[in-house]
């Protein structure tokens, strides 16, 4: 009794103790909120006008495509009213290819061979890591709702699908990894395309009807068409040569070390210039947002016809998605760097929501750059070496979209999958999602390399079709919080490595600095001697 006694009053304690905090808190609050003033309301508006301009530009946008839908209007009247959206669109696309240059470049001269070999690994090691997360979630989600259960007689759209062959898919993608012509790499990427030849054959027979040879031997000539691969090109961004080619590029730049310095401040200076044209263009994106989920939304197809097959699709794709992106890529950032998550993804709202307008990770790009950046006080050096290669081969949204997507092909087929099937699934959808263009639905092309490894009908993606609008831009919004979420945890995990760099950059100054005045005759003032503020970016 008397040691009961004894530990009786610390409980207590403890509790008063957080009663106590409780009520501390509660009346700060309320002091706070009693306190603001005009000044405090007009400041906040200001520091998150873009946010709130980009939240209200969805909103309308929503309201605006529903109240349109009765009026039906025609594909020309749409084009028309979707056109200030096809005009933001062009305008993040302008600057994509100089940005992502630039941003690679200055990022890898920044940094000495063994930081930025630190940097990658990390970077490679976070996205191979969320993508399998995943998949994973993709595969167990379609399994366990099992959207593909009913008759396939509610389908009734089917067409045809080019046929892609997954050895000459991930041919096409070592071959953009290292294009010919770097100038040409601005415009167009490489892809297989197939064509017939025909073959003549002869055939040694014993009968009428024959040919008779040199030797006295009797042959049937044989003709037959085959399709062979052919090299070819699409107008497209080959974003992952550019890529392949900057990182390279920087590497010299900066073990040139002075040699390499005009150059290195010539990209500097254009990627400054670049990140003032996307601050302009940002006042722009919330018309052009709001103009662009209209349009989709007035030309989008009738909901209520939606078959229950289709519907449950839906809602298992967004269910693993939002498991992916508000439970797992949250939960690791914490992990890893121990600070709120919230507050981080609070900073990338606007990049978030342009995702969702554009549908474009590429053509996000510029906004994701300013809001880490300015919001989230990421390393410029991190940004420009982690954000481009993420925004080309960091596709979380995708990979779990093709997984789940190919498993639901084949419940609809009514074909079961063994273990081998759905781990192959799981590695092609991996693989096709590091080949996926930053464009808006590029997951439909890969997705004939994931259904084609397994056997399962191309022409089937079809049937998905009529949703893939809007989940597509939900994967893409999944991919932009990865990508982000990837920098900021590469910023952490490398932060002593950078601070190392900025003391070796200012040592280095200070040296170059002390020859170039001992080498030139002329009085120096004290002022000279000391760095002169220069940018470690």
Do not use: C
């Given at each position: 009794m008397t040691q009961s006694n004894g530990e009786n009053p610390a409980p207590r304690s403890r509790v008063q103790q957080l009663r106590q905090g409780i009520q501390d808190r509660s009346t700060q609050a309320r002091k706070t909120v009693q306190n603001i003033t005009?000044?405090?309301?007009?400041?906040?508006?200001?520091r998150n006008a873009f946010v709130i301009l980009t939240i209200a530009a969805v909103t309308i946008g929503i309201i605006l495509g529903f109240g349109l839908r009765p009026y039906k209007m025609s594909y020309r009247e749409v084009v028309y009213f979707s056109f200030p959206g096809e005009l933001l669109m062009r305008m993040l696309q302008m600057l994509?290819?100089?940005?992502?240059?630039?941003?690679?470049?200055?990022?890898?001269?920044?940094?000495?061979?063994?930081?930025?070999?630190?940097?990658?690994?990390?970077?490679?090691?976070?996205?191979?890591?969320?993508?399998a997360i995943a998949v994973f979630i993709g595969i167990v989600m379609v399994l366990i709702i099992h959207p593909g259960k009913g008759s396939r007689d509610e389908f009734t759209k089917q067409e045809k699908i080019e046929q892609v062959s997954p050895a000459d898919a991930f041919l096409d993608l070592i071959r953009n990894m290292f294009p010919p012509n770097i100038v040409q790499a601005c415009t167009q990427q490489f892809k297989t395309q197939y064509g017939k030849r025909v073959v003549h054959m002869k055939i040694a027979v014993s009968s009428v009807n024959v040919t008779e040879d040199a030797n006295n031997s009797l042959f049937h000539e044989v003709t037959r068409e085959e399709v062979i691969p052919v090299l070819g090109t699409v107008n497209s961004i080959n974003a992952l040569g550019l890529v392949v080619f900057s990182m390279g590029f920087g590497l010299i730049i900066g073990n040139m070390k002075e040699q390499g310095q005009p150059l290195r401040d010539f990209f500097d200076c254009l990627n400054e210039a670049i990140m003032r044209l996307v601050a302009i263009i940002m006042w722009y994106a919330p018309v052009g947002i709001m103009f662009l989920i209209a349009g989709k939304i007035v030309e989008m197809d009738d909901i209520t016809q939606m078959g229950s097959q289709l519907g449950m699709y839906t809602v298992t794709v967004i269910v693993g998605l939002l498991i992916h992106a508000i439970v797992v890529l949250p939960t690791l950032y914490f992990l890893v760097t121990r600070k709120n998550p919230v507050v981080f993804i609070g900073g990338l709202l606007q990049a978030l929501i342009t995702a969702l307008g554009t549908s474009s990770s590429s053509a996000t790009l510029p906004i994701t750059f300013k809001c880490l950046e300015e919001n989230n006080k990421i390393d410029k050096r991190v940004t420009r070496f982690v954000l481009p290669v993420g925004a080309t081969i960091n596709m979380d949204g995708t990979a779990l979209y093709e997984a789940l997507a190919a498993i639901f092909i084949a419940q609809v087929n009514n074909m079961t999958l063994n273990f081998g099937q759905i781990l192959t699934i799981s590695?092609?959808?991996?693989?096709?999602?590091?080949?996926?263009?930053?464009?808006?639905?590029?997951?439909l092309v890969t997705m004939v390399i994931v259904l084609?490894?397994?056997?399962?009908?191309?022409?089937?993606?079809?049937?998905?079709?009529?949703?893939?609008?809007?989940?597509?831009?939900?994967?893409?919004?999944?991919?932009?919080?990865?990508?982000?979420?990837?920098?900021?945890?590469?910023?952490?995990?490398?932060?002593?490595?950078?601070?190392?760099?900025?003391?070796?950059m200012g040592n280095s100054v200070v040296e170059e600095k002390d020859k170039s005045y001992q080498?030139?005759?002329?009085?120096?003032?004290?002022?000279?001697?000391?760095?002169?503020?220069?940018?470690?970016m």
């Open positions: 005009k000044d405090d309301v007009k400041g906040f508006l200001t994509v290819l100089p940005l992502l240059v630039s941003s690679l470049i200055t990022g890898m001269a920044a940094l000495d061979g063994r930081a930025s070999g630190k940097m990658g690994a990390r970077a490679v090691v976070y996205y191979m890591t969320t993508t590695i092609t959808a991996t693989a096709a999602s590091i080949g996926a263009a930053g464009i808006p639905q590029a997951g084609t490894s397994v056997g399962l009908p191309t022409d089937d993606i079809t049937l998905i079709i009529a949703v893939d609008w809007f989940l597509d831009r939900l994967r893409t919004t999944t991919n932009v919080l990865g990508d982000s979420i990837g920098a900021g945890i590469v910023a952490h995990l490398s932060r002593h490595e950078l601070q190392g760099a900025d003391a070796e080498l030139i005759p002329v009085s120096s003032e004290p002022d000279n001697k000391t760095p002169d503020g220069e940018s470690n």
